[in-house]
C-alpha cells in the first residue's frame, strides 16, 4: 500500500494534466475491472460486475492536484503564474514548482519588510535558473505542481498531493479486493476536482448511479491552535455528514456508519466548514443521487506536506469494502 502511495503522490497531475496518474492507475487496476474507458474529459471509469441483484454504485476518488500555470514571463525569466485550484499564499516561499518535462523551480514572494503582511498570490514568482525569457526551458500556458517526495514516519504518511491520491489507492486497492458484490460498481478516478468538481459531474450525469460515494480527504482538528473539528489523524475514517457544498443522504450515513460498527472499523463523523467533494457533484447529477463521502482525515490539506495515517487509509479499504460487499437498502 505504501509503495502505491509513494507512487502515486509522486507523480505530475494538476487539474487538466491528469494523464500521468490515469496511466498509473489504469495498469494497476486493469486485470481486475469488467470493463474500462477514458471519456472526454479524461475520466478514468472502471466497472466491476455485480450479480444483478443490486444497486448501480459510482465511486470517486479524484486524480488532480492543486498547482499552477505560468502566466508572464519577465525579460530577467521569473515566472508569474495563476493558480490552479485552491493554492495558499500562506505556504507558499521557498517551496518547489515541478513541471510535466521535470524542470524544478523555486518559488519565492517579492521583498517584504512586513513580516506580517504576505502579498496575494500576484506577489510571488517561480524561479527556474533562467537568465531571461529566451533560456527559459518553460513557456506561457504550462502547468506545475508544488512539488515535495514522499516520507513514511511510522503511521504518518507525508507528501504533497495526499488530495486526493491516497484515495485513488483506496479505490485501487478495493476494486482489486472487491469479491462477490451484488452492485454494479463504478470506480471513476476522476479529473478537475480542485478547480469545481467538473470531472465528477460529467461522468455522474453519464453512468446515472443509484448511490455515489466520494473518496476524499478532510481537515483535522487536532494541531495546535487547529480548527475546531472533530475529526483527528488515526482514530478511522470520517463518514461526511455536511461540508459546505452538500448535506450526505441521511440514510447513507447511517448506513456506513452501520457498516463500520458491524465490521468493529473505527470511524468519526465529518462536518467540514468549507470546502467540498465529487461527492456534491454526484448528488446535484442528473435527476438526483443519493451521495455521501468517506474522508480520510489528512493534516495540512493543499501544503506539499499533506499528513495522514497507514491506519486510517487501510479502515477507509476496509469500510468501502464492507459497505460495497452488503445489501445497500436506504
Ligand atoms: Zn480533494
Known sequence: ??????????????????????????????????EISVDAMGNLIALKKGNGSGKKVMIAAHMDEIGFMVSHISKEGFLRFANIGGVSNLHLSGTRAKFADGTIGVIYGERRTDRSKIGGLDKFYIDVGASSSDDCPVSVGDAGIFWQTFVERGDHLSSKAMDDRVCCAIGVAALQQLEDSAHDVYFVFTVQEEVGVRGATTAANRIM?????????????????????????????????KDAGMIAHQGLVRLMRGAAESAEIPHQLEVLLGGSTDARAMQISGPGVIAGCISVPCRYVHSTSETVSLSDVKNSVKLLLEILGNPIDL
Open 1 to 34: 500500500m505504501q509503495q502505491l502511495i509513494k507512487n502515486l503522490v509522486e507523480a505530475y497531475g494538476p487539474s487538466g494534466f491528469e494523464d500521468e496518474v490515469r496511466a498509473l492507475i489504469r495498469a494497476e487496476i486493469e486485470p481486475f475491472a469488467d
Open 209 to 241: 448511479p443509484d448511490i455515489g460515494i466520494a473518496l476524499d480527504v478532510t481537515l483535522t482538528g487536532d494541531t495546535p491552535n487547529g480548527a475546531k473539528m472533530a475529526v483527528d489523524l488515526g482514530k478511522g475514517p470520517a463518514i461526511k455528514v
